[in-house]
C-alpha cells in the first residue's frame, strides 16, 4: 500500500535527485565587464591606490561585488587576471573603442579608450593568452558591461555609441563561443534613472537610454549561434528593488550612502547605492543571488510533481481514515 510515508520519501527522493542533476559543475568562473564586476584589476593595476578606503578590497562597494559572491556560490573562485585569477573585468572600462590598444575594430562610433581595456579586449586578451578554440567548456563566462557606455553618452561625449555598444556584446558572446565557450551569463543594464549620480532632470533620460541599451542587447544575443546564453534581468530586479525596498531587507534606494551615511562598517547595510553609481555590499548580494538563479535554475515542473506526490499521499491517508 502506498502511504503517506511512501510519498514523503519518494519525494525526498526526486529532490534529492533533481537538485543533484543540477549543479551543473561549473569548473571555473570567468567574468568580463566593468567596475560592477572587477575583483581588483584597476586596484592592482594602480598598485593599491584605486579604489581608495573604505572601498573594501580593491572593489568598487563596500563589500565583495556580485562576481566573488557568485563563485562562492558555485564552490569555484574569481580573483583579478593581473594576479592571475579569472575575473578580467576592470573598472571604466566600456563595452568597445573604435579601436582598441591592440588593434581591435569596435562597432563604428563604440568610442574613445579610457585607458583600461574594454570589455570586448579582454574577452580578446584571454582568448590570444590560451590560444583560439581552447576556452574551457565546462566554464560559466559573465558579461556585463555598457553603463560606462551611457555615462559617457549622457556626459556629452559624442564619441559614446552606447547603441552601438549594445550590438557589441552580441559579437562578444559570439567570440567566446567560437572559442569552445558554452555557458554564458550576459546582465542587461540596470535601471540607470535610479542611480544617485544621475544629474537631477535626466533621470527619464538615462532610463531611456537604458531601456534602449537593453533592446538592442536582448535582439544582437537572439543571433548568438550555439552556446547556451542565459540573460539576468538586472533593470527589471533593480525596478522591484526600488518599487518595495523592504522585502529586499533595504531602508533607501535613493542616496549616495557613502557621501551621506558612513560612518563605518554596517551603516550602510540597509542602502541599494554605496556610491554614486555603484550598489553596496546589500546590493551585490542580491544580484548574485538573481544570478545563481539563474544558471541553476529549479525546473518549472519540479514543485508541481512534488504537489501531486504529497497529495497521493494525504488521499491515500484521508481514504484510510
Same mark, same amino acid.
Given at each position: 500500500?502506498?502511504?503517506?510515508t511512501?510519498?514523503?520519501n @519518494? ?6 535527485l533533481? /537538485? ?8 571555473? @568562473?570567468?567574468s ?7 575583483? &581588483?584589476?584597476?586596484?592592482a593595476?594602480?598598485g593599491g591606490?584605486?579604489p581608495?578606503s ?9 563589500? =565583495? ?6 563563485? !562562492?556560490?558555485?564552490?569555484?573562485t574569481?580573483?583579478?587576471? /593581473? @594576479?592571475?585569477?579569472t ?5 571604466? $572600462?566600456?563595452?568597445c573603442?573604435?579601436?582598441d590598444?591592440?588593434? +581591435?575594430?569596435g ?8 585607458g ?10 584571454? +582568448?590570444?593568452?590560451?590560444?583560439a ?5 565546462g566554464a560559466?563566462?559573465t558579461i556585463?558591461?555598457? &553603463?560606462? =557606455?551611457?555615462n ?10 552606447? %547603441?552601438? !555598444? $549594445? ?15 558554452v555557458?554564458?551569463?550576459v546582465?542587461?543594464?540596470p535601471?540607470l &534613472?535610479l542611480?544617485?549620480?544621475?544629474? $537631477? &532632470?535626466?533621470?527619464?533620460v ?6 534602449n541599451?537593453?533592446? $538592442? ?12 546564453i542565459? %540573460?539576468l534581468?538586472?533593470?527589471?530586479l533593480t525596478?522591484? +528593488? ?5 522585502a529586499y531587507g /533595504?531602508?533607501?534606494?535613493d542616496?549616495?550612502?557613502? !557621501?551621506?551615511?558612513?560612518a563605518?562598517p ?9 556610491? =554614486? ?8 548580494? /542580491?544580484?548574485?543571488? !538573481?544570478?545563481y538563479?539563474?544558471?541553476i ?6 514543485? %508541481? ?5 504529497l497529495?497521493?499521499?494525504a ?7
Open positions: 500500500m502506498f502511504t503517506f511512501h510519498a514523503r @519518494l519525494c525526498a527522493l526526486v529532490l534529492s533533481s /537538485l543533484s542533476s543540477l549543479s551543473y559543475g561549473y569548473t571555473q @568562473l570567468f568580463f565587464g566593468d567596475s560592477l564586476s572587477d575583483r &581588483g584589476n584597476v586596484f593595476f594602480s591606490t584605486n581608495p573604505p572601498y573594501f578590497n580593491g572593489q568598487f562597494s563596500n563589500g =565583495d561585488v556580485w562576481t566573488g559572491l557568485l563563485a !562562492a556560490q558555485l564552490g569555484v574569481s580573483s583579478p587576471s /593581473l @594576479l592571475g585569477g575575473n578580467h573585468a576592470w573598472g571604466g $572600462a566600456r563595452t573603442y573604435a579601436v590598444p591592440d588593434g +581591435i575594430v562597432e563604428p562610433g563604440c568610442g574613445v579608450g579610457s583600461v581595456p574594454s570589455t570586448e579586449q579582454q574577452v580578446q586578451d584571454y +582568448i590570444d593568452a590560451v590560444g578554440g581552447n576556452l574551457d567548456s560559466l563566462y556585463w558591461t555598457g &553603463g560606462n =557606455d551611457i559617457g553618452a549622457l556626459g556629452g561625449d559624442t564619441t559614446a555609441d552606447y %547603441l552601438g !555598444a $549594445a550590438e557589441t556584446v552580441e559579437d562578444i558572446a559570439q567570440n567566446l563561443i567560437s572559442n569552445g565557450a555557458h554564458i551569463l546582465n542587461n543594464l535601471n &534613472g542611480v544617485p549620480g544621475i544629474p $537631477a &532632470g535626466f533621470e527619464f538615462a532610463e531611456g537610454f537604458t531601456l541599451f537593453n533592446s $538592442a542587447l536582448a535582439a544582437g544575443l537572439a543571433n548568438v549561434i550555439g552556446g547556451n542565459m %540573460l534581468d538586472a533593470y527589471d525596478n522591484q +528593488i526600488a518599487a518595495d525596498p523592504g /533595504l531602508t533607501n534606494v542616496d549616495n550612502c557613502l !557621501a551621506t551615511a558612513y563605518g554596517g551603516t550602510c547595510d540597509g542602502h541599494l547605492f554605496w556610491d =554614486d553609481l555603484h550598489p553596496t555590499a546589500a546590493g551585490h548580494i /542580491l544580484i548574485a543571488d !538573481a544570478a538563479a539563474q544558471v535554475p529549479v525546473p518549472a515542473a519540479l514543485p %508541481l510533481l512534488l504537489s501531486a506526490l497529495g497521493l499521499g488521499a491515500k491517508r484521508a481514504r484510510k481514515a
